[in-house]
């Protein structure tokens, strides 16, 4: 059931569409991220359904309310929309208690004293600050002060949390838990999350359904395993997670790895879309390509080049012709050293134009 509605959405910046035609439902109380490059227009997409920025073209719908309309000449303003907010840099107010800076907002809204306080202590409880309640949130760590401005979000009963990289200045283990909070409240407030980030694991974590932008424009919506296992383009596979582009080549009718003249296996199938490319892509993650041996239907004849332990993993890179595949297998797993003959089995191969 949509609950938030973007619909053909637009903004230009002058010369730049920093957000272009997109359109998006989510639902109550789902978690949906953005995920893309740096200026792919995430931070300017939050600030629209927030009401600080006016769109070029388009509407912005909460439920059967319309936010913002430049046609038909409708916006409602940041303070009418009951939307709670966390942007990147923790914005709590110095001077002011850490209970000061929960109600504030609050009395703002010009609410009943009792209400006022009983929404704040909520919402401290809730985010685990009562006890630090009369401090001054400078007196408090990164994670603290985030907290705060959680807490902030929270009281004000919002519909919907906007949040735009709230844990990137915080230690990856701290991190690590709030992101669980996050999803914790989620859970007891009812509220949709709208959140933006950097970082692929805890987009993963936390949402039902990923947003994948690049340049302004929307490249796939689905669920985070559908986003990993079924990448909509090449753009998604090798923006989201780890991958190894290998150049293919047609040698004598026979698709070879550039640099090899040794066909691909049987168990290789190419499809036919490539035939008439001079130079194509075989894209694979690391995690999904097999050491095998030579009597393999699928094995590809390759030399170990380096072979890195990196704790849980082993990371080999091996080359085929003049290219390298990156290769991790688990650390009890049975591998080839450096420098010997190897053949791998690409269990999940994705075949990409060189420039689609
Ligand atoms: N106020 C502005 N004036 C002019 N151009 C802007 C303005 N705000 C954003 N842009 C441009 O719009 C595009 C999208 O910017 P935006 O901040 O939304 O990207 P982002 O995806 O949030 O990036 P990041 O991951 O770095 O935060 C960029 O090209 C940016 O330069
Ligand atoms: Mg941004």
Known sequence: MSYIRLVNVTKRFGNVTAVDNLNLEIGKGECFSMLGPSGCGKTTTLRMVAGFEDLSDGEVWVGDRLLSSPKKHHYTPPENRNFGMVFQAFAVWPHMSVYENVAFPLRLRKLPAAEIEQRTKDALTATNLLKSANE???????????????????????????????????????????????????????????????????????SDRILVMKLGVMQQIDSPLDVYNNPANKFVFSFIGVSSFTDVVWQSGAACIKGDNRPLPQGLVVPARMQGEAVFNLASRPTEIRFTNENDINAVRGVVMRKAFLGEIIDYLVKIGDQEVRVQIGRRDPGPETGEVCYLHFLRPFWYKVDE
Do not use: C, W
């Open 136 to 206: 001054s949130p400078a007196s408090l760590s990164g994670g603290g002060k985030q907290r705060v401005a959680l807490a902030r979000a929270l009281a004000i009963n919002p519909d919907v949390m906007l949040l735009d990289e709230p844990l990137s200045s915080l230690d990856p283990h701290l991190r690590e838990e709030m992101r669980f909070e996050i999803k914790d409240l989620q859970r007891k407030y009812g509220f949709s999350i709208i959140y933006v980030t950097h970082d692929q694991s805890e987009a993963m974590a936390l």
